[in-house]
């Protein structure tokens, strides 16, 4: 089955820290790499998507950085705040096949004040 | 923010009783997803439909079971309630094809089963 690996599984960082979450996929034939942001008691919201035909985009704090060569996409957090405490999926969607998004375990991200 | 409602948010029922997890969409999306969620944990695709009067079992086995009669309406229902059963069940929606990038998912529905 296409797998979306992730990680780490949970994350501290100190507020003003870089907060990095990794994830590494298999399938070449995904086409678009969103991540979600989830709170407590709520559901997934898209936080920041990349296509693989560019490296890097960035919103504010948020940046993904995406290796096409080595099937890795990561998302980085800079100035981490506490309000990003979260858990956050990446993914990634099939281009055939209905166009299915197969997600990541999750990373809970924990920002200390 | 999206608009896809799920009712109800909290439900508490006992061993065997039957229930119906009730999931809205206003964006006229054809495509509707149910997943499970232990909390903070992985999501859990267990059903899809790609529009009306289509129905698919997801990546997860279920014993529940899903209807669309109206492109806005995704119901999810279990027979019979186990203590097994307990999570929370995410229902979301998104477009068709290459332009649908976006999944919206609703707030979700508790379910503990007694």
């Known amino acids: 089955q296409q797998q979306v690996k992730q990680s780490p599984q949970s994350l501290i960082v100190q507020k003003g820290g870089i907060s990095i979450i990794n994830c590494a996929y298999e399938n070449t034939a995904f086409d678009y790499f969103p991540w979600y942001q989830q709170f407590p008691g709520k559901g997934p919201a898209l936080l920041i998507a990349i296509r693989p035909d560019v490296s890097e985009k960035k919103e504010g704090r948020f940046t993904i950085s995406f290796n096409k060569s080595a099937k890795q996409f990561s998302l980085h957090i800079m100035d981490s705040q506490p309000g990003d405490s979260a858990t956050y999926f990446c993914?990634?969607?099939?281009?055939?096949?209905?166009?299915?998004?197969?997600f990541g375990a999750g990373t809970r991200l924990f920002v200390k004040a | 923010e999206a608009d896809i409602y799920q009712t109800p948010r909290y439900l508490v029922i006992g061993t065997g009783k039957k229930i119906t997890l009730e999931c809205s969409q206003t964006?006229?999306?054809?495509?509707m997803y149910w997943y499970q969620q232990d909390p903070g944990m992985e999501l859990h695709l267990i059903h899809y439909?790609?529009?009306?009067?289509?129905?698919e079992k997801g990546d997860l086995s279920s014993e529940s079971t899903v209807s669309r009669i109206r492109t806005e309406h995704f119901p999810l229902t279990l027979e019979s309630a186990r203590p097994s059963h307990t999570s929370q069940y995410l229902c979301?929606?998104?477009?068709?094809?290459?332009?649908?990038?976006?999944?919206?998912f609703g707030e979700g529905s508790w379910l503990t089963v007694v």
């Open positions: 993914a990634a969607r099939g281009n055939t096949g209905g166009f299915k998004t197969i």
């Open positions: 964006m006229g999306h054809d495509k």
């Open positions: 979301a929606s998104s477009d068709v094809g290459p332009l649908g990038n976006t999944i919206y």
């Open positions: 439909s790609y529009g009306v009067n289509s129905t």
